[in-house]
């Protein structure tokens, strides 16, 4: 049984030992940790007791109150609510902090325990705006998606911080942004099984846009046709002829279209996939020279339906190095670094190029964001490699005939992508 409970004089001694069992942690501060037991019981409960009231409270300092999450008898979590804002809390802090002790954490309590508190907050009307805030550091993942999935929604970033809030008006039914809705693990409407189409857990795709390169290696019989996926823009698959567990599939660009596709082979059985392509250059580069993907920065929307929302998603950091390992073993030079993936090429303005290199891009695509959150959800062994094509690394850009001119490169990348992912 999960309930709150507020802090009080009757259950000191287990208030007491929670206090003493963790440090302050993830900005959530403990000023009890190391104090006696004497001085917890005569000196900290008349100091709640008068800070719930608003009683000598320090500079700066707002009324609040301590709500413990139990479970059974046991109390396992801390939630801080600040019963208003002042201009610092607003731009800083917010409502609400809260610890779950590590023996408990990924287990839901943190979700439960805030929805607990939102609803008592509601029923017994002791807040004062229409919302509540939330500040968390931008590494806090389990915290972020621990709002969001009680309706909150990221307001903004700054400096490694993420800002959310939580509607309280039952008029505000909907975030701001509805990108920020992560509905996690929801069913979904469509079904997305094919029963004309089943891989083996040791099949391995790569995802590959060169297609004229596709239709050589079908002519000179290195590949043959497996499997066509109609629809407005079907999916052409092969399958290498001297090993069949490898497959090849025919790129389609943006999230949405690659994406939906890659989203069906997966729920059909395909666990490692490698994407091979080309994209712009952020950083001074010759065309042809590689780039491991390390993340991606998410300017875009396919990915916000996969992972909760974030300004940079990481890759699979096992499969990157394995890629690694296998491109320093071939004395291959590479770059690593963050992609950036936008939805619309006509809008890579010049501020917005100078921004994403502040934030560490080395290389603009339109598919990385999408597919690393894709493959994340499904928990599927996901890498990619692009060549440097154009060149946005100056105010001036330069097509540098990237694609026609670089049919070799192309050609062979395919033929190291295929040793990379038999290393998977």
């Given at each position: 049984?999960?309930?709150?409970?507020?802090?009080?004089?009757?259950?000191?001694?287990?208030?007491?030992?929670?206090?003493?069992?963790?440090?302050?942690?993830?900005?959530?501060?403990?000023?009890?940790?190391?104090?006696?037991?004497?001085?917890?019981?005569?000196?900290?409960?008349?100091?709640?007791?008068?800070?719930?009231?608003?009683?000598?409270?320090?500079?700066?300092?707002?009324?609040?109150?301590?709500?413990?999450?139990?479970?059974?008898?046991?109390?396992?979590?801390?939630?801080?609510?600040?019963?208003?804002?002042?201009?610092?809390?607003?731009d800083h802090s917010g409502h609400i902090g809260y610890f779950?002790?590590?023996?408990?954490?990924?287990?839901?309590?943190?979700?439960?325990?805030?929805?607990?508190?939102?609803?008592?907050?509601?029923?017994?009307?002791?807040?004062?705006?229409?919302?509540?805030?939330?500040?968390?550091?931008?590494?806090?993942?389990?915290?972020?998606?621990?709002?969001?999935?009680?309706?909150?929604?990221?307001?903004?970033?700054?400096?490694?911080?993420?800002?959310?809030?939580?509607?309280?008006?039952?008029?505000?039914?909907?975030?701001?942004?509805?990108?920020?809705?992560?509905?996690?693990?929801?069913?979904?409407?469509?079904?997305?099984?094919?029963?004309?189409?089943?891989?083996?857990?040791?099949?391995?795709?790569?995802?590959?846009?060169?297609?004229?390169?596709?239709?050589?290696?079908?002519?000179?019989?290195?590949?043959?046709?497996?499997?066509?996926?109609?629809?407005?823009?079907?999916?052409?698959?092969?399958?290498?002829?001297?090993?069949?567990?490898?497959?090849?599939?025919?790129?389609?660009?943006?999230?949405?279209?690659?994406?939906?596709?890659?989203?069906?082979?997966?729920?059909?059985?395909?666990?490692?996939?490698?994407?091979?392509?080309?994209?712009?250059?952020?950083?001074p580069s010759n065309v042809g020279d590689l780039v491991l993907?390390?993340?991606?920065?998410?300017?875009?929307?396919?990915?916000?339906?996969?992972?909760?929302?974030?300004?940079?998603?990481?890759?699979?950091?096992?499969?990157?190095?394995?890629?690694?390992?296998?491109?320093?073993?071939?004395?291959?030079?590479?770059?690593?670094?963050?992609?950036?993936?936008?939805?619309?090429?006509?809008?890579?303005?010049?501020?917005?190029?100078?921004?994403?290199?502040?934030?560490?891009?080395?290389?603009?695509?339109?598919?990385?964001?999408?597919?690393?959150?894709?493959?994340?959800?499904?928990?599927?062994?996901?890498?990619?490699?692009?060549?440097?094509?154009?060149?946005?690394?100056?105010?001036?850009?330069?097509?540098?005939?990237?694609?026609?001119?670089?049919?070799?490169?192309?050609?062979?990348?395919?033929?190291?992508?295929?040793?990379?992912?038999?290393?998977?």
């Open positions: 049984m999960i309930y709150l409970k507020k802090f009080n004089n009757e259950d000191y001694l287990k208030e007491y030992e929670f206090f003493q069992k963790f440090e302050s942690e993830n900005g959530f501060e403990n000023p009890y940790s190391n104090i006696s037991l004497d001085e917890f019981k005569n000196k900290v409960l008349k100091e709640r007791k008068e800070s719930e009231k608003g009683i000598n409270l320090k500079e700066g300092h707002v009324p609040d109150t301590y709500f413990f999450l139990y479970k059974n008898e046991e109390i396992i979590g801390l939630f801080k609510f600040r019963h208003y804002l002042n201009d610092f809390l607003k779950i002790l590590p023996s408990f954490r990924n287990k839901r309590y943190a979700k439960e325990g805030l929805k607990l508190l939102i609803e008592y907050l509601k029923l017994n009307k002791l807040y004062k705006e229409d919302e509540l805030y939330f500040e968390c550091y931008e590494y806090n993942k389990a915290s972020i998606n621990t709002i969001l999935s009680n309706d909150g929604y990221i307001h903004h970033y700054d400096n490694g911080c993420v800002y959310l809030r939580i509607p309280l008006n039952n008029d505000k039914k909907y975030n701001s942004i509805p990108l920020t809705e992560f509905d996690g693990k929801e069913e979904q409407f469509l079904e997305s099984e094919n029963i004309f189409l089943r891989f083996k857990k040791e099949d391995k795709a790569i995802i590959c846009y060169f297609h004229e390169v596709i239709d050589r290696l079908e002519k000179e019989n290195i590949i043959t046709f497996y499997s066509e996926i109609r629809g407005e823009n079907s999916l052409f698959i092969y399958q290498f002829n001297d090993n069949k567990d490898i497959f090849i599939i025919k790129g389609l660009v943006g999230e949405p279209l690659i994406g939906g596709f890659i989203h069906l082979l997966i729920t059909n059985g395909l666990k490692n996939i490698l994407f091979i392509g080309g994209g712009g250059s952020l950083i993907i390390d993340g991606a920065i998410r300017d875009e929307g396919f990915s916000f339906f996969y992972e909760p929302p974030s300004r940079i998603i990481y890759s699979n950091k096992d499969i990157v190095i394995k890629i690694e390992n296998e491109l320093r073993r071939k004395n291959i030079p590479y770059k690593k670094g963050l992609s950036w993936s936008i939805d619309s090429m006509y809008r890579e303005t010049k501020s917005r190029v100078n921004r994403r290199k502040e934030e560490g891009a080395i290389v603009v695509e339109m598919e990385q964001a999408g597919l690393i959150a894709l493959t994340k959800y499904f928990k599927v062994n996901y890498g990619a490699i692009i060549y440097f094509g154009d060149d946005l690394s100056n105010n001036n850009h330069k097509w540098r005939k990237w694609q026609k001119g670089n049919n070799d490169s192309r050609y062979n990348l395919v033929f190291l992508a295929k040793e990379i992912i038999e290393k998977y």
